[in-house]
Structure formats: structure tokens, C-alpha cells
């Protein structure tokens, strides 16, 4: 009985803040051809909110009809395989090295396309070109941020971030 109520109080809870007002928006909003209905009878009321592969294709429209191009774009943190570099015991010569061949979180890239594949874990993924050596490579959208902070670009992405990283 207790879990249920925590649960109904944790759906039924708007989000507070604009970034979550903004986020919950698309992933609940659909139109009407897409079959769409927010609270399905006997679904909790919560579930597009918090179901991250029916949130990952509205999610997908909403980006690629507003994102503004060129997008440039930079990792938020170390890439999985820069952690042991960085932050770990490997050698700065040999990160250095394997970012010849490997995207960096201390890159910039050129956003390209989105992929047509979600991936469940790592959610939408983008093509981007390295700026420096015109490479192209195949991230996780959510391991990404637009270099220009002031822009609605930037704030699309944090968004999406912010919510693929919290809700999963």
C-alpha cells in the first residue's frame, strides 16, 4: 500500500522546474495520428515519463526539427574509454596516441545526421566529423553538448541529456 502511494505521488507530480516542464512536454506530447495516449487505461500515469525507449523517438523528432545546423558540439564528460587515461592510471602519451584514431570528449565535432537505430542503453545516436582532422564517428547524443553555451542548441541537448541520463 505505501509503495502505491509513493508511486501515484511520484507520477502525478508535475515537474517544477522549466527544463523538466520542457522535457516532459515532448515525451508526452504526440499527435493524434501517432496513436498516442498519455494515460492508457490501467497504465500507471507515469510511464511515458519515465519509459525511455517509447520517450527516445518523439525525443529524436523534436531534435532534428529544431536543432539549428551547423551544431557544433563537444563532450560533457570523459568518453568511456578516456576514464582510465584521465582520471585513471594511464599514461597521458598513450590518450594522446589513442585520440588519433578515437573521438575525445576534448574534441569539437560537426553534427551530421542522427542515426536511425536507438540504442537502448547509450538512447539516440548522431554521425558527427571531428573538426580538427574531418574523422567521422558515431556517438551517444546524451555524452554530447553544443560548444556555443547561450543558444538553443545547447539548451535542446542539455535537456535531452538531463533527462536520458536521469530517467533510464
Not at 496513436?35 to 498519455?38: C, M, T, V
Not at 551544431?71 to 564528460?77: A, D, N, S, V, Y
Given at each position: 500500500?505505501?509503495?502505491?502511494l509513493v508511486h501515484e505521488q511520484m507520477c502525478?507530480?508535475?515537474p517544477t522546474n522549466q527544463q523538466s516542464t520542457s522535457i516532459w512536454m515532448i515525451i508526452t506530447y504526440?499527435?493524434?495520428q501517432d496513436?498516442?495516449?498519455?494515460n492508457r487505461p490501467g497504465a500507471p500515469p507515469c510511464q511515458n515519463w519515465i519509459n525511455k525507449t517509447r520517450g527516445l523517438p518523439p525525443y529524436s523528432r523534436r531534435l532534428?526539427?529544431?536543432?539549428e545546423f551547423p551544431?557544433?558540439?563537444?563532450?560533457?564528460?570523459d568518453f568511456d574509454w578516456e576514464e582510465y587515461y584521465v582520471i585513471g592510471p594511464g599514461s597521458k602519451a598513450e590518450h594522446e596516441r589513442l585520440r588519433k584514431t578515437r573521438p575525445s570528449c576534448?574534441?569539437?565535432y560537426d553534427l551530421l545526421s542522427f542515426d536511425d537505430d536507438v540504442d537502448p542503453d547509450s538512447g539516440l545516436l548522431v554521425h558527427v566529423r571531428r573538426v580538427s582532422d574531418k574523422k567521422t564517428f558515431l556517438l551517444p547524443l546524451a555524452d554530447l553538448e553544443a560548444t556555443k553555451k547561450k543558444t538553443k542548441n545547447y539548451q535542446l541537448l542539455d535537456d535531452y541529456a538531463?533527462?536520458?541520463v536521469n530517467w533510464r
Open positions: 500500500m505505501l509503495l502505491s502525478h507530480t508535475m504526440r499527435k493524434a496513436g498516442f495516449k498519455p532534428q526539427q529544431h536543432l551544431c557544433q558540439l563537444t563532450g560533457i564528460e576534448m574534441d569539437t538531463v533527462w536520458f
